[in-house]
């Protein structure tokens, strides 16, 4: 027997890690492949494996040490015997991983299968489910319940191509519609205080399903930006004074964002449910988010691209109180093919608003504030509109969306256009 000290390996653009967990502990016998710390950089978490078969005799470093590539982390007892086979053993474990996976993919490509006969593959028990923070990680990230996954590594690991293949299985799979079932953790959170239950609403259930599926299943990038608003706002209120009315700037930006639109019609399209077709509509039915007290609810102006600016405001008031008392129609909830989620009343600046599918664009909408510019004149104070534009990627690339809020931006301050679309 002789002890030999292992050295951290090469982490690539990793270094100066730190240590957050200590995996193993004096006199354990460890296999090769057994994590004995857990480094984590600003990227991701990583297992530092023992490397070879023998008993820990030390372990050099500890939780919150800052370690390199090549410092000594354990002191460990093994034999020259062992540390050759054990080389053997991984060369070929290693081959017959690859050789598992490549059958998995293949049987995948030929036949994809079905939601029952993933359920009659070995399934985990959830104290017995073996996988590194990387991969425990990416399962929270897309809502997979490891218990679900079949292992393919070493020792019944499950590693991040069984996490691929099993999303693999659940889109391609005819049984189930593509999406991921929600899961929480069952928890009992009152022995740490009194709590109260409140049950979800039919809608509160319904919108919860809905927006998981949607952000599981599109691809979201959101641009953000600022459009300067100060002509708008000054047209409106010369608008609203000659013809004696009160419209809110919503209405206006609504229907300045429909005639640009018309030049942008990736934003208001749809992909097709064999994703290999893109719909393009030669109308604008434009969703408006409305606050209700169930919670959001997304109504529709059908044709707003025919409407002015007063007659959107109209639809937007008569929907907005149809909505709070419960009244809306089937007809007004079906259709749209954008949609705009206004925090303008209640402050904020910038958000992620989730796309309603089949849409695959959405417009949000912050509160205006102050600001002070400059100008050839000197120095000004000018009001803007913080915007944030959610795009589904597969349908719409980064350069298209830009081009959008610029132009957005420049029909905001388009005195001529906003007084042509008023009445």
């Given at each position: 027997m002789v002890k030999k000290i292992i050295n951290i390996p090469d982490l690539g653009e990793a270094e100066d890690v730190e240590v957050i967990e200590i995996c193993a502990k004096e006199g354990d016998q460890v296999d090769s492949e057994d994590p004995i710390i857990v480094l984590e950089s600003d990227k991701a978490a990583m297992e530092i494996p023992a490397s070879v078969v023998g008993k820990v005799i030390s372990i050099e470093v500890s939780v919150g040490d800052i370690v390199s590539s090549g410092a000594p982390f354990l002191t460990i007892e093994t034999s020259d015997q062992e540390t050759q086979h054990e080389k053997k053993n991984a060369s070929e474990q290693k081959v017959e991983e690859n050789n598992i996976l490549s059958e998995k993919v293949d049987e995948l490509e030929s036949e994809p299968l079905s939601i029952n006969e993933q359920q009659n593959t070995p399934i985990l028990n959830s104290k017995n489910i073996y996988a590194g923070p990387a991969v425990r990680k990416l399962a929270r990230?897309?809502?997979?319940?490891?218990?679900?996954?079949?292992p393919s590594?070493?020792?019944m690991r499950i590693i991040k191509e069984d996490l691929h293949l099993y999303v693999k299985l659940q889109l391609s799979s005819p049984n189930k519609s593509n999406s991921f079932e929600f899961t929480q953790p069952d928890i009992d959170y009152s022995k740490w205080g009194p709590i109260k239950e409140?049950?979800?609403?039919?809608?509160?259930?319904s919108s919860l399903a809905n927006l998981h599926r949607s952000w599981i299943n599109i691809p979201h990038v959101t641009q953000h930006d600022e459009c300067d608003l100060t002509i708008l706002l000054d047209t409106r209120a010369q608008l609203c004074k000659k013809h004696k009315v009160k419209i809110s700037p919503l209405a206006f930006i609504a229907k300045i964002t429909t005639e640009i639109l018309y030049e942008f019609p990736l934003l208001n399209s749809s992909l097709d449910s064999n994703l290999e077709n893109i719909i393009l509509k030669?109308?604008?039915n434009l969703g408006i988010a409305i606050d209700t007290p169930e919670g959001l609810i997304v109504p529709n102006i059908k044709n707003a691209q025919l409407k002015s600016i007063a007659e959107i405001s109209s639809e937007?008031?008569?929907?907005?109180?149809?909505?709070?008392?419960?009244k809306l129609n089937i007809a007004d909830l079906k259709g749209a093919s954008f949609s705009i989620s206004s925090l303008g009343a209640i402050g904020g600046k910038f958000f992620t608003p989730i796309i309603n599918p089949p849409e695959v664009a959405i417009l949000g909408i912050s509160k205006s504030y102050e600001k002070v510019v400059s100008s050839k004149a000197g120095f000004e104070g000018r009001s803007f509109l913080p915007?944030?534009?959610s795009y589904d990627h597969r349908a719409i690339n980064g350069v298209y969306a830009v081009q959008f809020t610029s132009q957005l931006g420049e029909a905001l301050s388009d005195r001529k256009l906003i007084e042509k679309s008023f009445k």
């Open positions: 990230e897309f809502g997979i319940d490891l218990s679900l996954v079949s590594g070493p020792k409140n049950k979800l609403s039919k809608f509160q259930k030669d109308y604008v937007i008031n008569e929907l907005a109180e149809a909505a709070k008392k419960r915007i944030s534009l």
